[in-house]
């Protein structure tokens, strides 16, 4: 289960980094986000292979924030591609929540299992939810190496609107979460302060609603290593 974000929720306070202290100020400039996640599976391969990044979960984040909260946008999705059990065998299974002003809501979900697609959207028919990586580099620390793709590209399309989040990082946005568990250990990678070129075009009236690129998208890139869980800090 995961709870997700809150949209167009203020947020003010302090943070501080060694000696150093950055202040939040509540404004049209900030914007708070939080989920939780509880009852997590992570995505694995099959029993018979080795863990692979291919079975790997994304997530994506690009926020707008405006004066008037009822002009503000955000949109967030994402993804997983896992083994499930005997029965179901690997589930590919992706959600979206695309808040474009106070009155714009589209939610949308896809499921594929057995070769069978089944999708909800609250705008007609889902006719896109495809994401491309690229630009794969290897990233090395104190857990062993990783494979992460830089470019992430989200494509989305609903009866009303195209979409395109076009996610660009850099090494040094990512931060590596690490969640060991008894016979494995689960990296994810977040990236923060990504550029993250939007495209949001109104189909039905062939307009074009925003074309810009953004300094604070955010994403993450996840899957299994066999590594062992370094020992918790006393």
Known sequence: ?????????G?????KIGDE????EKGDTTRAYGDSNWGET????????EPSMKYAWGWYYVNIPADDKSQELSIIAGTGLSY???FLGIIDARFCDIRLDGKTHVELRTVEVWDLTFASCSDGILQRFDVERSHWTNITDS?????????QLVTLETESYFITMD?????TNYNRLVYPFTSYVFSDFEGLGVS??????DKKAEKTLRNITVKTGGLEYGYRFNITAPPAPK
């Open 167 to 171: 996610f660009n990082s850099i090494v």
């Open 42 to 49: 992570m995505p694995s391969s099959p029993p018979e292979q």
């Open 1 to 9: 289960m995961w709870n997700t974000y809150s949209h167009a929720a």
């Open 84 to 86: 499930a059990d005997a």
């Open 11 to 15: 947020v003010e306070g302090k943070v």
């Open 196 to 201: 993250t070129n939007l495209l949001i075009v």
């Open 21 to 24: 202290e950055f202040i939040v």
């Open 143 to 151: 857990f062993g190496n990783a494979t992460i793709p830089l470019r």
